[in-house]
Nanobody, 124 residues
Framework: QVHLVESGGGLVQVGGSLRLSCAAS????????MAWFRQAPGKERELAAA????????YYPDSVKGRFTISRDNAKNTVYLQMNSLKREDTAAYYC?????????????????WGQGTQVTVSS
């Protein structure tokens, strides 16, 4: 399994921006589809964004579409999540995940390797 370490979380005001990074090691990063999931207290884990192994395909739920951008640098074994126009409801722990790909919509079970998470708090 690939080892994943997230960074870049923190406290930001409503309307602000953050960029999360996820560094991978111990596997062939370029062969993995990557995703960011998030989980707020008392809620289920949900997808924030996903990207195919090549970077050609991306997927965003409606809640973040137009505000979040996922990207990857296979030379650096790193995936990023650029988050703009942040809202209070974006407050959550954000988790990086690696998997072999997805069908119609990326699901939690499509990803077998997970990072420890990084907290994002959006305040007004």
């Amino acid at each position: 399994q690939v080892h994943l370490v997230e960074s870049g979380g923190g406290l930001v005001q409503v309307g602000g921006s953050l960029r999360l990074s996820c560094a991978a090691s111990g596997g062939t990063f370029s062969s993995y589809a990557m995703a960011w999931f998030r989980q707020a207290p008392g809620k289920e884990r949900e997808l924030a964004a996903a990207i195919s192994w090549s970077g050609v395909s991306t997927y965003y739920p409606d809640s973040v579409k137009g505000r979040f951008t996922i990207s990857r640098d296979n030379a650096k074994n790193t995936v990023y999540l650029q988050m703009n126009s942040l809202k209070r409801e974006d407050t959550a722990a954000y988790y990086c995940a690696a998997g072999r790909g997805w069908g119609g919509r990326p699901l939690t079970e499509d990803f077998g390797s997970w990072g420890q998470g990084t907290q994002v708090t959006v305040s007004s």
